[in-house]
């Protein structure tokens, strides 16, 4: 069975820096998506960052230039690296794997970025 760990989220200040890490268990193919989402308080789940096997990136314009998504396929494991962080960032965030046609969540990691 698939599970997906999220770590790293906290309280940050305004202009800080977190790195998150999601660690993997379970069958995890060669050829798979992983990325990351997030979900603030009355708000849709919203796409952050993803990176794919072949190293494939695409990342939200709202975060470009401030998150790196980085991967390491002998561990299966993702991080995002998160600079510059604005209020607006604040949100759970959340580990995605896609992988043979099926979709697997982890259980969020709250960030909260304070002035």
């Known amino acids: 069975q698939v599970q997906l760990v999220e770590s790293g989220g906290g309280p940050v200040q305004v202009g800080g820096s977190l790195r998150l890490s999601c660690t993997t268990s379970?069958?995890?193919?060669?050829?798979?998506?992983m990325g990351w989402y997030r979900q603030a308080p009355g708000q849709q789940r919203e796409l952050v960052a993803i990176i794919e096997n072949t190293w494939r990136t695409i990342t939200a314009d709202s975060v470009k230039g401030r998150f790196t998504i980085s991967r390491d396929n002998t561990k299966k494991t993702i991080d995002l690296q998160m600079n510059s962080l604005k209020p607006e960032d604040t949100a759970v965030y959340y580990c995605?794997?896609?992988?043979?046609?099926?979709?697997?969540w982890g259980q969020g990691t709250q960030v909260t970025v304070s002035s």
């Open positions: 995605y794997l896609h992988q043979e046609g099926v979709d697997y």
């Open positions: 379970g069958t995890i193919f060669a050829i798979n998506r």
